[in-house]
């Protein structure tokens, strides 16, 4: 029940208060202050953000404010009934501690800083050169050796012999006898990530010291230039393409230089698009080629789009299919960390938090003393059938008794048993159905070393993270408002016929039965299981008893095929109902994805349901009417019990400040 709260009532993180003193005081529950600061970001938390809480009226901050005073009153009720030393509340709390923990760790130590570091690789541009010597990812020791070798013999003839040289002669890329390796300027996600990592490490002019090895094999990188990055630019261009053969190239050129003095001369851009471009798919656009960032284009386009003023057309530039003319129409800046922050996000779920929370576990095993007893890991790997699953009835059989209390990992001063590896098995859906191979086997002991030392990291996330101990205070709060709320509310409003029956006669008109027909149907999928059971009726057999017999409706053979009365809008059956006359027949037609066959059996005008039909929605309202009026019972009892002192004069003043990203 009291897990059910934490979904029940939201104000667990409702009212996620931020201590700021000195700010003004918007309300005083008993002891406890409430600032302008804290309501402002709990108020802009709940309602869209600060821009559109500033945006808000003083009626809705006012009823805003009276949520906050009521919360804030049962709370301490709850804490003066002694409620926080609750053993199932305590439970409560112990038993998602663990959980929300490594959630909140991992999202404040691993997952924000890398995607803050993204977003940095995106606001910069680096421009590189790569000499790279070829080895396959699953290459033998000996031809690793060699390839590392090789690169690092390339590597000691710099700086005798030019970084573009050592490309042009040695590289394995094939673009290096064309570019002398020079990949351009790129950003965030547009290298493997190997690659990307060593050049953000380097600066300008700066060669690694040590080749790096990718899916591709080694390289050797020097950063020749950063910038900041561009962001995205609109683009023009009137292309004049070489003929296959390129024989034309020197005409080409002349036409291209031609047509941009024309241009120079007066000749409108979008009018020399239209009528000379060699490009037909933006021709009829006056060229518009629409947004690129200029580090995904190649680098000759690159090098001339960015330096290019805005609305200026720039010189020709020859690529190798012909020359492109380029005009810049529009420029966008990148997107700011909170608009981008959901790309990168996915982006880096999808990516790299895999291997990143590997090393990150990996790092921590260290700090708590994770050891890993070898020689029980490989006993135990090899101790099962390979062709079973922890499914398998009687599969940890072949494991000796004696083996069972062996120590497989220790954590701290913690240990876990192969025993205890078996109950993991036999406990967790996620591994039952996983064969019983030797490789399974040791991966899953990793996954639960690591689990356990994310654990052990998670016991002291608020000694590391004073805003996660605020957190669980919410949590708590709002296990605390629920069972308060349920002791003085719920339990306090009853409910039994003599209640009930003079709120029916004072609500009834609430509880109204529409025009509604009462019918059966025969439901068959062929057209001649339809046309039987018609003949049977015909034949004068009981509709309801042909209904039993032939509909193949899912659930409604058990009930004759009736369907009870129902509103005439119910569907096309009961439309098709409200229009016949009680105990008439239909003929066979086609309706869903069969037959159908309906009898009218009877029909009820428009009116109030009695008081035993109105039951339920009769209860529900008398238990919302009543336990609305507890409520306010309730609280006016509160405010006198600790005091209530509201400045609602303050509330005009939240939001005029500028709020700082950081908060």
Known sequence: ????????????????????????????????????????????????????????SLEDRERFLDLIVKFKLKVLEAKSQGLPQDTAIQNELDSYYLSVAQSYMLEKELVEPQLR???????????????????VSNAAPAETLAAYTKAMEILSLHPSVSFDSLAFVYSEDPSAKTNKGDLGFFSLGRMVREFEDACYGLQQGEITKTPIRSQFGYHLIKVTARRPNLGSLRVSHILKRFSQDQHDSTTVRDSARALYDRIRQGLSFDQAAQLYSDDPGSADRAGDLGFYEPGILPPAISEALSTLPLNTVGEPVKVPYGYHIFKVTEHKPIPSYAEMEKDLRQTYQQQRYSSDLENYTRSLRTQYAADLDGAVVQRLSTSFDPSKTPAAEAWSDTLREDFLPRTLYSVRTKTFTVSGFVEKMDASPEFRTQPLS????????????????????????????????????????????????????????????????????????????????????????????????????QYGEEFLSVAEEYTMRSGYKEKLGVWGFQPFT??????????????????????????????????????????????????????????????????????????????????????????????
Not at 117 to 135: D, F, N, P, T
Not at 461 to 489: N, S, T, V
């Open 438 to 537: 030797p490789q399974n086997i040791k991966n899953t002991i990793e996954r639960l070393l690591d689990s356990e030392v994310l654990e052990e990291h998670a016991r002291d996330a608020m000694k590391r993270h004073p805003a996660f101990a605020k957190l669980m205070d919410e949590y708590r709060d709002g296990i605390l408002l629920y069972r308060i709320e349920q002791d003085e509310i719920w339990k306090k409003v009853t409910v039994h016929d003599s209640l009930l029956k003079p709120y029916y006669e004072k609500t009834k008109e609430k509880y109204r039965w529409p025009e509604r027909v009462n019918f059966a149907e025969i439901f068959v999928t062929s057209d001649s299981l339809a046309k039987r059971a018609h003949w049977k009726l």
């Open 117 to 135: 570091e993204l977003y940095h690789r995106k606001s910069e541009e680096i421009r590189a050169s790569h000499i790279l010597i070829r080895v």
């Open 1 to 56: 029940m009291i897990r059910t709260a934490i979904h029940l009532v939201a104000s667990a993180t409702f009212f996620a208060f931020i201590g700021c003193s000195g700010s003004s005081v918007v309300a005083t529950i008993g002891s406890e202050k409430l600032t302008l600061e804290e309501f402002e970001e709990t108020y802009a938390k709940n309602n869209g953000g600060w821009d559109a809480s500033a945006a808000s």
């Open 570 to 663: 119910l569907n096309d059956l009961a439309r098709k109902a409200s229009t016949m006359a009680v105990d008439s027949v239909t003929e066979p037609f086609k309706y869903q994805n069969g037959w159908s066959i309906v009898k009218v059996l009877g029909r009820d005008s428009a009116r109030v349901k009695t008081f035993e039909e109105a039951g339920p929605e009769l209860m529900s309202g008398f238990q919302e009417e009543a336990s609305k009026a507890r409520e306010r019972q309730w609280v006016e009892a509160l405010t006198k019990k600790y005091g209530v002192e509201l400045n609602k004069k303050t509330l005009a003043e939240a939001f005029k400040r500028k709020r700082l990203e950081t908060q």
